[in-house]
C-alpha cells in the first residue's frame, strides 16, 4: 500500500474515521457499564490511536494540497514561460521576412 491511500483524507474516509471512532466510544461504555470491567483497549483506541491517525492524516493532506498547488503553479509557469518563448521565435522570424511557424 502506498502512503498516500492510507493517509490522504477525503470525506469518505473522514465520516469513516468519525463513524469508528463513535462505535468505539459507545463500546467502551457498554462495556465498562455493563459489566463493570474496564475495557483497556476500546479506551486505547479512543482516546490515542484514532485521534493522533486522524491528526496524521490531516497534516498529510495539508501537505499534499500544499505540494499539489505548487506543483501546478510551477507547471502553468513553465507552460507559459516556453508559450512565450515560442512566440518571441515567431515575431523574429516575421522580423527577418520568414514566415514559418517554428514548434
Same mark, same amino acid.
Given at each position: ?26 463500546? #467502551? ?37 500544499? #505540494? ?36
Amino acid at each position: 500500500m502506498d502512503t498516500k491511500e492510507i493517509f490522504l483524507l477525503n470525506i469518505k474516509k473522514f465520516i469513516l474515521i468519525f463513524a469508528v471512532w463513535i462505535v468505539f466510544v459507545i463500546l #467502551h461504555n457498554l462495556i465498562s457499564g455493563s459489566f463493570g470491567i474496564d475495557e483497556k483497549g476500546f479506551l486505547i483506541i479512543t482516546t490515542i490511536i484514532i485521534p493522533v491517525y486522524f491528526i496524521i492524516s490531516a497534516i498529510y493532506s495539508f501537505i499534499f494540497l500544499i #505540494h499539489m498547488n505548487a506543483r501546478k503553479k510551477r507547471a502553468n509557469k513553465t507552460r507559459n514561460l516556453g508559450l512565450k518563448k515560442r512566440k518571441l521565435k515567431i515575431l523574429k522570424n516575421k522580423e527577418k521576412g520568414k514566415n514559418q511557424l517554428i514548434l
